[in-house]
């Protein structure tokens, strides 16, 4: 029995190694420069300030592109972000393009002998999958933690001075530390399945809780940017029960705390058009189970304009 768990350990630590050194050349240390901005006193001018941050390199119909949070960037131009790939290398992103609701970033790059890494699908991830989170915490570039997905769809999170309106995370127990932001967690096929983008810490380091956009909401928004410099979400046109809750659902016959209930439909909206009406239950939005009205609310908006999705509600006669 010894040996046997001697040599399901080998096996995994060459598999962590292989994915880390498949992975390795995709990532990216990000440095941006605000700038020097006027100051509220004297009349004077701040010191510029930097944020540090990571970053993965994909290829989307034959050019290349960084991915990162858009919080690393937000403040800063072009030619004041420095993107240093694995091998030294220093290049300027050619394009920013954003997403403060969701805090996506993509910067499209120019160089030679680029690594894109692989995007998985992040919809086919278990609590207890081991993934790897790869960037660089506290400026120290190339760092490699492991861990597993401990749980998902954290959602209604407070993260830093914003509130942001899509939340769908990932959470892990992978040591995430700031500069971490933006950096990819790989999962053991190395593929990317999502990006790091914030830890829960009472000390400022990590403590087991960090916090990932799944690459499916990530790509969503991403290819939006690239193509149209925006981001399109569909629209189905109601208001939700905040307040349904376990006893709510047993109390209109639905034995699971799951589904959002609809306290109002916008008149000339999808929702009205398809026959919504106030007190409906929404159970399942296409194939997925809703859990709650907040999951609604991001489902709906990694949806693109003008598809249709079958809606499997729940009304009281």
């Known amino acids: 029995f010894a040996a046997e768990e001697s040599i399901d350990e080998q096996l ?4 962590v190694k292989a994915v880390a050194r498949l992975i390795g050349p995709a990532v990216v240390h990000i440095e941006a420069d605000s700038g020097p901005r006027p100051s509220l006193q004297f009349g004077g001018r701040k010191p510029q300030t930097e944020e540090a941050g990571s970053g993965v390199i994909v290829e989307y119909r034959g050019d290349f592109y960084v991915l990162t949070n858009r919080h690393v960037v937000r403040n800063s ?11 030294g290398r220093m290049v300027s992103p050619t394009r920013v393009l954003g997403d403060d609701e969701s805090d996506i970033a993509v910067m499209a790059i120019l160089a030679s002998r680029l690594t894109a890494a692989p995007i998985g699908d992040s919809a086919s991830l278990e609590i207890g999958d081991f993934v790897l989170a790869i960037g660089s ?11 597993i997905v401990s749980a998902k769809g954290r959602r209604d999170l407070r993260l830093g001075d914003a509130r942001l309106r899509f939340q769908d995370f990932l959470q892990t127990d992978a040591a995430i530390n700031p500069g ?8 053991l096929r190395g593929e990317v399945v999502g990006i790091n983008t914030a830890i829960a810490s009472a000390s400022g380091g990590n403590e087991g809780i960090g916090f990932a956009i799944p ?7 991403a290819r939006q940017l690239i193509e149209k410099g925006r981001v399109d979400r569909a629209f189905l046109g109601v208001s939700l029960d905040a307040q349904f809750n376990a006893d709510a659902a047993a109390a209109a016959g639905i034995p699971c705390p799951v589904g959002a209930r609809i306290s109002a439909v916008t008149a000339g909206s999808p929702a009205a058009v398809a026959g919504l009406q106030v007190g409906d239950i929404i159970l399942q939005y296409g194939d997925v ?29």
């Open 12 to 15: 995994q630590s060459a598999v």
């Open 77 to 87: 131009t072009p030619d004041g972000i420095s993107i240093y790939l694995w091998d």
């Open 137 to 147: 915490p506290f400026g120290l570039s190339q760092s490699v933690t492991f861990g």
């Open 180 to 187: 971490n932001s933006g950096g990819p967690l790989v999962n």
């Open 215 to 221: 690459a499916n909401m990530f790509m969503f928004v």
């Open 289 to 317: 189970p809703v859990e709650n009205d907040v999951h609604l609310v991001n489902l709906v908006a990694q949806t693109s304009v003008d598809d249709e999705v079958e809606l499997v509600v729940y009304r009281e006669r």
